[in-house]
């Protein structure tokens, strides 16, 4: 009997090899020894090699077609793709500095052994759910890939393959017997008919290609990078074949034509940027391709699998080949091609040209209404008529205005973050004067449903909303009338006096209409709703999603793992106002953990008032200007005594502590410092050292440096002292630190601790504690450091400063965070003696701290802290958050204390309020589950379990109502959520 596989160049089943010859081969010639476990392929052998010492490595041994000049194409593919900045496998060499090496198989003949460096990585297909911007994203992705290879020139790329798409009508004829009967017809017949679209066309565009660039060919490695596999089917062939390959993918895996469409999108963008264009032609070919792609990965499944029954790969796979056929050849073709074309921003037949809705929309001005948009700073986005505003002044400079597809509107945004409202825009708006004339910008039929008017032609339907057509004497009849393309079809209706706004949305063939606006992380496009805008000559917004997803890869890239950031999937927010965020998308937050804002996100005056410093000067602050001692001298109004009477700015917190050792160690003449426990103070080589919070630095208490001296935190809710006499017990501690250090001859330094323990979420020392510590210190000589970075400003409401509340007066006070509400500006505030210690040491300089932008910053956040009354606000709102969640602590055991003051707050979360055992695996969940009820707050503590609750001051009690709404939505949901998964471990149902 004829060998199969000289009859049909297509069938090949992977060779038969001899493992123990494979392994000394590859041994002898690439050096990979070690465990061989063999991967799937349709073809070929795969083999995942766990080097002995080393990465490992894949080996491949390519079935016998594939000669060495094939597998120097494929080497000079990668090349270009590594080029292009596109990652693939390196092809390791043999020892000979070969990239392949004949190996003779068991039945003579000879195959190529090639072997890959590993990739750290997931197949897309195993990592995500195609969606809508997955695809785009995809489109892209191949879109460079096809870019990467232009002009690229081989002499063995003219391939004879079952997967090279040009010859896909001859492989479903002579494999067509393979399939099971009742497929056959359907498979055949859609073949043909395909076929018979691409016989029109000629001369599409050809280069090589990748020829499998599917979710299952692209990897994705740990730092976000997108990787290139299996170039096994490279080959010259049309170039939109590789775009066909993938939309078929995206079929067969979704379903989703609107999301097919979206990889189309992706592509034409990216396409367009590197310099060419589709061709009317590879559009039209683009369908009948992904069909016959449906129809070859059939038939070869079912062929496969008759050649090679143990190939349980090929066997996997086959439901999946069918249903990427079964998706695609029942769509109308024309209809699809329609669609396809409007992806790729053309209109949707082929030689036709829109008409203009308006007449003058040609000099249409595009009004901004997203989340960055300049035009809405101030606040101005809240205000209800701030859509018709902007429209009207941009109307009073051009005949129209626009507000584009997919943007995420900030005008739309809802302050209640427990009511987030649909923002996301599917529809364009086209603002004009009220009976503007409005014309069809395709030949079609107009049709009315409702108050709406519809004009539908091959699939594409355009709806027009705020259209009378009756004022222009046309009559729409229920079951549609023709209108011709520029013909007049009605007159924009009046919406507010003096505004006309005809709203235009696109339904894709024949699916139902979709509401106008979708809500934040709702597909951009969806099947009812696709873009009009290639109809109306306007541009469409980015997709948010699409945009999230890169940012988050490039941080993940720039950033590495030692950088931290909230959230497993962070919400990417480009907007604050007093205490709310706002992500891209287009929903809000209620900011709970940021003290560094202390008077609010985007607060007008103090944008203004850097700004303005901005455009006069801003330099280093050895020049002589007046913003310097404006900041010195308000931040010294607030001193908590006027002994403390000097003040350095420096650029952070890390900082300002690093200076306060210095002042401290310059002034005594001595080293050692005395700290409390699970403190955490910076990140500067002196602020590390006295910082022990196992959660910032696990192995903290092992590497403190000699000068050094830790006592416990004094935490009297669960530290070793509790109830009456913990201040004295614990303040004890350091008298008796002090005194151990003093009588060894070097007494200490200074003694270390934030008034009120932030880290630890806001616990308050027990009575007496730090006028104790403080006495002990200084009675041995040392100065006492309070580390105000996080509880200073007025936050704790009752008093600006921690240790005021406390009733001591400190030597030295480290501020920052609210300093410059996250403009980077701290300061030591401490007395004259002190600081002249230093100058007798040398001076004291830091470029940029206290420079006029920064000190600006600094004088501007402390009068509006006075003038909003902000500290008189934490003390009242502060006061009703600790009612209210003393309230749901008697019905929620779970939380075992709330620390504090003000709006300094912990929620400590214990698991018994007996054994205090902490809920961190609760807080984690709880953290993560309140961003879905639009609020941002955090874990602290050296054991995460105390919720952080230090929002901005601006903080009101409408806030108060909708964090304690959500917080016990959530405490109740993860009750139930317990009971559920008792038995198979809380954390697993993490
Ligand atoms: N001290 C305390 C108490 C802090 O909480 C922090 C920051 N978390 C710092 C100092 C360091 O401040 P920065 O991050 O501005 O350097």
Not at 398 to 410: K, T
Not at 415 to 429: E, L
Not at 548 to 559: P, T
Not at 881 to 889: D, G
């Amino acid at each position: 009997m004829a060998d199969p596989e000289m009859q049909q160049p297509w069938l090949l089943a992977r060779p038969e090899v001899d493992l123990d010859r494979v392994r000394r081969h590859a041994t002898e010639h690439f050096g990979l020894g070690g465990e061989y476990r063999e991967l799937g392929s349709q073809q070929d052998r795969n083999y995942l090699v766990s080097a002995e010492s080393g990465a490992g490595a894949l080996l491949k041994i390519h079935h016998p077609v594939v000669t060495g000049e094939i597998v120097s194409l494929q080497a000079a593919v990668a090349e270009r793709y590594r080029d292009a900045g596109l990652a693939t496998p390196a092809l390791l060499r043999t020892s000979d500095g070969d990239i392949s090496v004949p190996i003779t198989l068991p039945d003579g003949r000879e195959a190529q052994m090639c072997a890959f460096a590993l990739v750290d990585g997931s197949t897309l297909a195993d990592l995500e759910a195609v969606d809508g911007a997955a695809a785009e994203h995809l489109g892209g992705f191949v879109g460079r890939a096809v870019d990467a290879l232009r002009n690229l020139d081989h002499p063995s790329a003219d391939r004879e393959i079952q997967w090279e798409l040009t010859l896909a009508p001859r492989v479903v004829a002579e494999l067509l017997h393979e399939l099971p009967g009742d497929r056959r017809d359907a498979c055949l017949a859609a073949a043909r008919r395909a076929a018979a679209h691409l016989e029109a066309l000629d001369d599409l565009p050809r280069q090589i290609i990748h020829g499998d660039l599917t979710a299952d060919n692209i990897m994705r490695d740990s730092s976000g990078v997108s990787w290139i596999i299996d170039l096994g089917d490279v080959a010259q062939s049309w170039r939109i074949a590789e775009l066909a390959v993938l939309v078929a993918d995206i079929m067969g895996r979704t379903g989703d034509l609107t999301i097919a469409c979206r990889a189309v999108r992706g592509f034409s963008q990216q396409v367009a940027e590197a310099g060419f264009a589709l061709t009317d032609d590879e559009l039209d070919a683009l369908w009948p391709l992904v069909v016959l792609r449906g129809a070859v990965l059939a038939v070869s499944g079912w062929s496969q699998l008759r050649i090679d029954p143990a190939n349980d790969y090929a066997r996997e796979r086959i439901e999946h080949e069918w249903q990427v056929f079964s998706r695609t050849a029942g769509l109308a073709h024309d209809d699809v091609v329609a669609q396809l074309r409007l992806a790729a921003g053309r209109a949707h037949r082929r030689g036709l040209e829109y008409a203009p809705i308006l007449t003058e929309q040609r000099s249409a001005r595009v009004i901004d209404l997203g989340i960055r948009s300049a035009d809405l700073d101030r606040g101005r986005w809240t205000s209800p008529s701030i859509e018709t505003d902007l429209a009207r002044e941009a109307l009073a400079a051009a005949p129209v205005a626009v507000m584009r597809f997919g943007e995420s509107r900030l005008t739309r945004v809802s302050t209640d973050v427990s009511a987030p409202a649909p923002t996301k825009a599917r529809c364009v708006d086209l603002w004009s004067r009220p009976g503007v004339s409005v014309h069809a910008p395709f030949s079609g039929v107009l049709t009315r449903v409702g108050e709406i008017i519809e004009l539908t032609d091959g699939g594409v339907t355009l709806r027009f909303d705020g259209l009378e057509a009756d004022a222009a004497g046309i009559d729409v009849p229920d079951q549609g009338r023709p209108v011709s393309s520029g013909a007049v079809i009605g007159r924009i209706a009046e919406r507010v006096p003096g505004l006309g706004r005809l709203r235009m949305l696109r339904r894709a063939m024949g699916a139902a209409p979709d509401p106008a606006f979708g809500a934040a992380g709702d597909e951009y496009a969806v099947a009812g709703a696709a873009d009009p805008s290639p109809i109306l000559g306007v541009p469409a917004c980015p997709d948010p999603i699409l945009r999230l997803r890169e940012e988050r890869r490039r941080r993940d890239r720039a950033m590495g793992g030692a950088a931290e950031r909230y959230y497993a999937e962070p919400p990417q927010i480009e907007r604050g106002w007093g205490a709310i965020l706002i992500d891209t998308e287009g929903r809000a937050y209620l900011d709970m953990v940021n003290n560094v804002t202390a008077i609010g996100h985007a607060h007008p005056r103090l944008a203004d008032a850097v700004g303005r410093q901005l455009h006069l000067l801003n330099t280093n602050s050895r020049f002589l200007y007046e913003a310097y001692a404006d900041f010195t001298e308000r931040l010294l109004a607030h001193a908590p005594d006027p002994t403390l009477d000097t003040v350095i700015p420096v650029n952070s917190g890390s900082e300002a502590v690093d200076l306060a050792i210095r002042l401290a160690q310059a002034a005594t003449g001595r080293r050692d410092v005395i700290a409390a426990l699970e403190g955490y103070h910076g990140w500067t080589m002196a602020a590390d050292s006295v910082s022990t919070s196992a959660y910032d630095n696990p192995s903290a208490l092992d590497s403190r440096p000699d000068w050094v001296h830790l006592v416990d935190a004094p935490n009297a809710y669960r530290g070793p002292h509790r109830g009456a006499g913990a201040g004295a017990a614990y303040a004890r501690q350091v008298a008796d630190r002090a005194a151990q250090l003093a009588e060894a001859g070097h007494g200490p330094a200074a003694f270390i601790c934030e008034p009120v323990l932030g880290n630890a979420g806001g616990v308050i020392p027990p009575e007496g504690y730090l006028a104790g510590a403080y006495a002990a210190v200084r009675e041995h000589g040392g100065l006492a450091i309070a580390d105000e970075v996080q509880v200073g400003y007025g936050r704790l409401g009752a008093a600006f400063w921690g240790s005021e509340m406390q009733g001591v007066v400190p030597d030295i006070i480290a501020v920052a965070k609210a300093a410059g509400n996250a403009y980077p500006i701290g300061a030591v505030i401490t007395r004259r003696d002190i600081v002249d210690a230093l100058r007798r040491d040398g001076m004291f300089f830091s470029s940029a701290a206290g420079a006029p932008a920064s000190a600006v910053a600094g004088a501007t956040v402390i009068d509006v802290i006075v003038d909003e009354g902000l500290q008189e606000n934490a003390l009242l709102v502060g006061a009703v958050f600790a009612e209210r969640i003393e309230e749901l602590a008697a019905r929620h055991p779970l939380i075992g204390a709330v620390h504090g003051s003000g709006l300094y707050r912990g929620i400590e979360l214990v698991r018994d309020r007996e054994s205090l055992e902490p809920a961190v695996e609760e807080t984690a969940w709880i953290c993560e589950r309140l961003l879905d009820f639009g609020v941002i707050v955090q874990p602290a503590s050296e054991r995460q379990n105390v919720l952080k609750v230090k929002p901005p001051m601006t903080f009101g009690l409408r806030d108060v109502d909708v964090f304690v709404a959500a917080f016990e939505a959530v405490l109740t949901e993860l009750g139930k959520r317990e009971r559920r998964s008792l038995g198979e471990g809380f954390e697993e149902a993490l």
